[in-house]
């Protein structure tokens, strides 16, 4: 499998001001990763660790201070947003319920296309329709508003918007926190499929480690902005080096 993300020495600093003086917060110090296709990394480490802050820098909502992003081997900005936002998509913890109340689904879908694909009308139709199926929904809901999806289903369709891009990477920023377990499992079950028939790839944060291990290839652990461990999963859970990762993983035993 190619490498589809490299991040070397990614940094990222805000500042908050405090009366008179603005105190420099570190989010993220030196940070460096790879992804390669079709496999997936998990982000965990406390709050206030820095892993939303890297999904940030990776989605371009925010400007790294420092650091080199590339997608298959290519640097790249980006921040580029437009140029970018059909390989790397996102997805928060909620985000069904983050979805626009008065938009019916289908419109939702055709805005996504219409921004960031030259389809014509027909085509989008079409994509709308496989998008939906893929992700076990029905033609009919395309004509249905948010509040009229189970929890489930409004995963599904977040889960829709994001893909119908076809990215090459899926980050999950505790998309599936707030789901109950046997409908995580459907999700996870889902998301395992879609990998396996187009190679995605995934980036899951989350602080739930049966699901960390449950699912990813590899893990990176953050703690206080830099990277304490990473490597394999199986092997950072069996040799952790950091104590942080080491309390981390006894706890979750
Ligand atoms: N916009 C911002 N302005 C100032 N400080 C920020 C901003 N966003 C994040 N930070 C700070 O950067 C650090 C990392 O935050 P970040 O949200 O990336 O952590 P996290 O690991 O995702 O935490 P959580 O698990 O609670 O979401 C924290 O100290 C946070 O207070």
Redesign the pocket.
């Known amino acids: 499998m190619s490498i589809l993300l490299e991040v070397s020495g990614l940094g990222k600093n805000?500042y908050?001001q405090r009366g008179i003086t603005r105190k420099k917060?570190t989010?993220l110090n030196n940070v460096s990763f790879r992804l390669h296709s079709g496999k997936t990394l998990a982000i965990v480490?406390?709050?206030?660790?820095?892993?939303?802050?890297?999904a940030k820098l990776l989605v371009g909502i925010e400007k790294p201070d420092s650091g080199i992003i590339k997608l298959s081997g290519e640097q790249v900005d980006i921040s580029n947003y437009k140029k970018y936002n059909h390989v790397i998509r996102f997805i928060f913890q909620d985000a069904g319920r983050s979805l626009n109340p008065l938009q019916k689904v289908g419109q939702m879908l055709e805005d996504v296309l219409r921004f960031s694909t030259i389809l014509d009308a027909e085509q989008r139709r079409v994509k709308i329709r496989k998008t939906l199926k893929q992700l076990g929904l029905l033609d009919e809901h395309a004509e249905y508003y948010p509040h009229m999806f189970s929890g489930g289903q409004l995963q599904r369709v977040a889960l829709a918007r994001a893909l119908i891009l076809d990215p090459k990477l899926l980050i999950l920023d505790e998309a599936l926190t707030a789901l109950d377990p046997s409908l995580r499992a459907q999700i996870v079950n889902l998301l395992l499929e879609l990998q396996q028939q187009d190679g995605l790839a995934y980036l899951l944060i989350t602080n739930n480690l049966q699901l960390v291990r449950h699912i990813s290839d590899e893990m990176l652990v953050?703690y206080q902005?830099q990277a304490a461990d990473s490597g394999l999963t199986a092997e950072v859970f069996a040799n952790p080096q950091h104590d942080y990762t080491k309390k981390l993983i006894n706890s979750a035993l």
């Open positions: 805000y908050k917060v989010a480490g406390e709050t206030g660790s820095g892993k939303s802050t890297l953050l902005g």
